[in-house]
């Protein structure tokens, strides 16, 4: 049953005419996804915001009052999607939430720049802000994957990671794929093509974009795994998860009653401001290590 906060939002997404999403040209689904977010996220809390650049890759920085520690923050949008704009709420509420400034990366996006291109730039920020220790690595849906990755490769610069319904494993097989493929947001076919115009025929089962299918996870810093419980990533999140946990990595997995993908970014609603409060009171408890 879809949370009561959200399912108005599905109800629209279900009813909206046009071609399916899997259809929609990228530019046009680009405008759409920006348009979305600027109708259901609102402006997040105001707190000090600069741009600047990191690497060689465009960032947005926010620094709340007292901060302690960094967390390097990774979009989403299927690698396709998304920019600085539309993590710009989530991130500033999520700054706040965990009272350490975010770097939020505007990393290369597909068709334009396939992989590995935003995985590169998602792993130069992360390394550009090593230094600034603590540090954990953050994202949601795509970016989460790239926040995986990005752990996988640095573990040892890192004191956690966030992932929020993130892409986990290029097999887009699971059960959650056959219960949730259509109506409920994001749909099977469209996150199949997602991963084919991101990988544009390269290898999709190797660890750095299925890191489902990392030989080795031990090691890895803390992980808060976050899930909702309608949304094709569902299973593939939670069972890297427990992957994560039978390697001896301390994982926290919170599945989100009710929710839907793309919730997480819609602060206009008190659901995903609680949750951004639950992952941010998480991160701080693991920046202070």
């Not at 105001?46 to 920085?61: H, M, N, Q, S």
């Not at 593939?236 to 970014?265: Q, S």
């Amino acid at each position: 049953m879809i949370d009561p906060e959200l399912q108005p939002i599905l109800d629209a997404m279900v009813a909206a005419p046009g071609p399916p999403p899997e259809d929609v040209p990228v530019e046009q689904a680009r405008a759409a996804h920006a348009a979305e977010t600027a109708r259901l996220a609102g402006e997040g809390p105001d707190l000090p915001v600069r741009d600047d650049e990191l690497a060689g890759v465009r960032v947005r920085i926010y620094e709340p009052a007292g901060a302690r520690g960094t967390v390097a923050y990774f979009h989403g949008g299927g690698w396709v999607l998304g920019d600085l704009q539309t993590a710009d709420a989530v991130c500033r509420a999520l700054a706040l939430a965990a009272r350490a400034r975010v770097v939020s990366a505007d990393y290369r996006l597909a068709p334009e720049h396939r992989y590995p291109a935003a995985l590169e730039d998602a792993l130069a920020v992360t390394r550009a802000l090593a230094a600034d220790q603590p540090l954990a690595v953050a994202g949601d849906s795509a970016g989460g994957n790239l926040a995986a990755v990005a752990a996988l490769r640095l573990k040892e610069q890192l004191r956690a990671q966030l992932l929020v319904y993130p892409v986990i494993d290029a097999g887009v097989n699971t059960p959650s794929y056959a219960a949730f493929a259509e109506h409920y947001g994001l749909t099977a076919a469209a996150m199949r093509r997602f991963w084919n115009l991101y990988l544009d025929g390269a290898d999709g089962l190797q660890p750095d974009a299925s890191p489902l299918r990392a030989a080795d996870l031990s090691g890895l810093p803390p992980a808060y795994v976050l899930t909702a419980e309608c949304d094709v990533l569902r299973d593939e999140g939670e069972a890297y998860a427990a992957a994560l946990e039978r390697a001896g990595v301390r994982v926290t997995l919170d599945r989100r009653k009710g929710a839907i993908h793309g919730f997480w970014r819609w602060q206009t609603t008190a659901y995903a401001r609680a949750t951004v409060r639950a992952a941010g009171a998480a991160l701080r408890a693991a920046l202070d290590g």
